[in-house]
């Protein structure tokens, strides 16, 4: 019986904290500051930029870059080192996922482009890689502290839109190369066919990245749904976006690229006389 009411005295202290957690909530709609300069900075980074070694200051993306470029590139090498002269026959877990990540990355780029695919399995892998890992670099809210004091936590990469329209043009250079290394000037003629590409591939990527990113925003900057409910938002979203958009950039990059580098067939006077009697 001591027990029973031991509980049911926790139970009562506990709700009555929920509620008068409920109370102060509701009582403060929203956080100092104003929203819209809340979302534009977060779009233009125009007042929390970091300093970078004191040379210039430049946008928190900016810095996101530089680590987890750093990070892959310690990672690979750890891996390469250390891992790849020990693979076996019969893989174990680690050496399946190493294997089931760069198969699906390599399937991809020889399905769309049977004659011409080891530089684009190479690109397409680096390429979903870094923004699988850019946009996951996002939940871990790695803080850094801006020039005017405030603490800010490091967006992904590719929220910037500059870093959207290197990746795109990054894209669209590969496309354009596969193209001559196959049909020459011909290959050049092809890709500009498609002028719009690099900016459809740099704003889908800016905007679906940076929507997640203004949406969890917003659901912080209320306090009555800053508990529990940015936590499922923001792991949500950069979850989705991180694996939608790893795929559909490399999947838009390997069939252009398979689409140009298709070899061009010339057809000899001699044949087509051949098959016009045939006709």
Known sequence: ????????????????????????????????????????????????KISL????????????????????????AIIRI?????????????????????????????????????????????????????????LFGVQGVATNGNSVSLPAPLANINGAICMGFLSYAVIMGGGIASNKIKGVFKTLKEFSLPVSMSFRLFGALLSGMLVTELVYYFIHLSFVLPVIVGVLFTVMHALIQAYVLT?????????????????????MSEVETAK
């Open 1 to 48: 019986m001591a027990k029973n009411k031991k509980k049911n005295v926790i139970i009562a202290i506990l709700l009555q904290l929920v509620i008068l957690g409920c109370l102060v909530a509701f009582t403060y709609k929203v956080k100092n500051g104003s929203i819209k300069n809340d979302m534009r900075d977060a779009v233009l980074h125009q007042e929390n």
């Open 82 to 138: 250390f891992f790849i002269p020990r693979f076996k026959y019969v893989p174990g877990k680690f050496q399946m996922l190493i294997e089931g990540w760069v198969g699906l990355f390599d399937n991809l780029a020889r399905s769309n482009s049977p004659e011409r695919n080891k530089f684009l399995g190479a690109y397409v892998f680096m390429a979903g890689t870094y923004i699988f890992t850019g946009t996951m670099f996002e």
């Open 53 to 76: 070694f004191g040379l210039m200051n430049v946008d928190p993306s900016l810095i996101s870059a530089f680590i987890v470029t750093i990070l892959l590139l310690v990672f690979a």
């Open 251 to 271: 999947m838009l990059t390997s069939v252009y690229y398979g689409e140009v580098s298709e070899k061009v067939v010339k057809k000899s006077k001699k044949a």
